[in-house]
């Protein structure tokens, strides 16, 4: 199987018709899986944390949508497979959720930069998180785009403490115009703890 290898094949994804077949109960079943994957920061960001499960959906519900066969699954492979965590990192995918037009145009006019000023902290030791590399979500104007893909790589020390369950996690953004920590639930170590070797 493919998420042993940490990678989204052909191989992994079902035929159309079932997918179509049995979409409702894969799409339930997955906001299931992704509950203790959302974690919200101060009034606009929220992480929600992705997985080999949470990208493989993806790309099974966009094939899904566009219909675009394996053309579109190569672009689409291409887009997701870096989001899958490798086994010593967690990916997640930041959203400044603001449903006002001119309080988002407002709010990301300000906080250009902004996907270099994530972390983790555990116990006390910071983990700074770095932005996916595919295009910059900063522009030359200094706006934030609304969706950021972010890793947080980790040690071997820093995996052995996170998956050991007794230790205080905290993710936050640490920037001028946003300021937020947060602490990981019981249920958001546990869920995440598996994406690690």
């Known amino acids: 199987m ?3 290898k940490r990678q989204i094949e052909k191989s992994d994804l079902i035929s159309s ?4 077949k049995n979409r409702n109960q894969i799409r339930k079943d997955l906001v299931e899986f992704k509950k203790n994957r959302r974690i919200a920061l101060g009034p606009y960001a929220t992480f929600y944390f992705e ?3 949470t990208m493989l959906a993806q790309v099974q519900e966009m094939l899904h949508i566009e219909k675009g066969g394996d053309e579109q ?3 689409e492979l291409s887009a ?3 989001l899958v965590p490798n086994g010593k990192e967690l990916t997640a995918t930041l959203m400044f959720e603001i449903d006002n037009p001119v309080s988002r145009a407002s709010f990301l006019g300000k906080v250009g930069g902004i996907e270099e000023r994530v972390f983790m902290k555990i116990e006390n030791e910071n983990v700074k998180a770095f932005p996916e590399q595919d295009v910059d979500r900063t522009s030359e104007e200094g706006k934030a785009s609304s969706v950021q893909f972010i890793h947080f790589k980790f ?3 820093q995996i052995t403490k996170f998956k050991s369950g007794n230790v205080s996690i905290e993710i936050g953004i640490n920037h001028e115009y946003y300021s937020h920590t947060t602490k990981l639930s019981v ?3 546990k ?4 994406d690690f070797i």
Request: charged fraction near 30%; avoid cysteine; aromatic fraction near 12%.
């Open 155 to 157: 040690n071997d020390n």
């Open 191 to 194: 869920a995440l703890s598996a």
């Open 73 to 75: 699954l190569k672009d």
């Open 2 to 4: 493919s998420k042993e």
């Open 17 to 20: 018709d079932l997918y179509n």
């Open 51 to 53: 997985s080999f499960e």
């Open 187 to 189: 249920d958001n170590i």
């Open 80 to 82: 997701y497979n870096p």
